[in-house]
């Protein structure tokens, strides 16, 4: 399937019907660290440019708050085809080009198998650790922690709903794309 099919499939939307008008690009909060913005993003979708879009740092860096979806005349909706390029990508075996998105991911993950819910301390510290952060962060993480305000991590029990959710929905995608 083409690029710009596999998105539109992934994301229900028609990127065609984008007009360039900006106006998603110009409420984006991230849109200045962007090396691809939004409607560039849209654009190059729109023309089957799926290198540059899978390998872009736009992908990763959107928060997804949707704020360009709000601001959309077309009711296209750039924040669902950001979210279908990282599935993509993910799909792809393509590692997200910012590294420390790529190890916060991980950590939510295993977090939510660990304990089945997440804490956020936890997944922090453990990026922070992996990219070499946790030192400078530490004295403010010990005051936040001896406050109160930092609970801390639960014993890791709770994992195993989720970890049974996440088995069935690997198998439920490896079956859809054999
Ligand atoms: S706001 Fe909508 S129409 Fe305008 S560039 Fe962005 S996606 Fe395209
Ligand atoms: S959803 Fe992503 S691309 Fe859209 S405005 Fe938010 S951060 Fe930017």
């Known amino acids: 399937?083409?690029?710009?099919?596999?998105?539109?499939?992934?994301?229900?939307?028609?990127?065609?019907?984008?007009?360039?008008?900006?106006?998603?690009?110009s409420g984006c909060p991230l849109a200045d660290k962007m090396d691809l913005k939004?409607?560039?993003v849209m654009h190059s979708i729109r023309l089957g440019r799926a290198d540059s879009v899978l390998n872009s740092q736009a992908i990763w860096l959107c928060v997804?708050?949707?704020?360009?979806?709000?601001?959309?005349?077309?009711?296209?909706?750039?924040?669902?085809?950001?979210?279908?390029?990282?599935?993509?990508?993910?799909?792809?075996?393509?590692?997200?080009?910012?590294k420390v998105i790529d190890i916060y991911y991980r950590g939510f993950v295993d977090n939510m198998r660990l304990n089945g819910k997440i804490h956020d301390a936890s997944v922090a510290g453990i990026t922070q650790l992996l990219t070499g952060q946790l030192i400078p962060d530490l004295p403010l993480a010990m005051k936040l922690l001896v406050r109160?305000?930092?609970?801390?991590?639960?014993?890791?029990?709770?994992?195993?709903?989720?970890?049974?959710?996440?088995?069935?929905?690997?198998?439920?995608?490896k079956e859809s794309r054999a």
């Open 148 to 173: 109160g305000r930092v609970k801390p991590p639960p014993l890791p029990l709770g994992g195993g709903r989720f970890r049974k959710i996440y088995r069935n929905a690997l198998a439920k995608e």
């Open 1 to 25: 399937m083409a690029f710009r099919d596999e998105i539109q499939a992934l994301s229900g939307q028609n990127v065609n019907l984008c007009f360039q008008c900006s106006k998603c690009s």
């Open 64 to 98: 997804d708050c949707e704020t360009c979806t709000s601001r959309c005349p077309q009711d296209v909706e750039p924040a669902a085809a950001m979210a279908a390029v990282r599935v993509l990508a993910l799909q792809k075996g393509i590692k997200p080009s910012v």
């Open 38 to 40: 939004p409607a560039q």
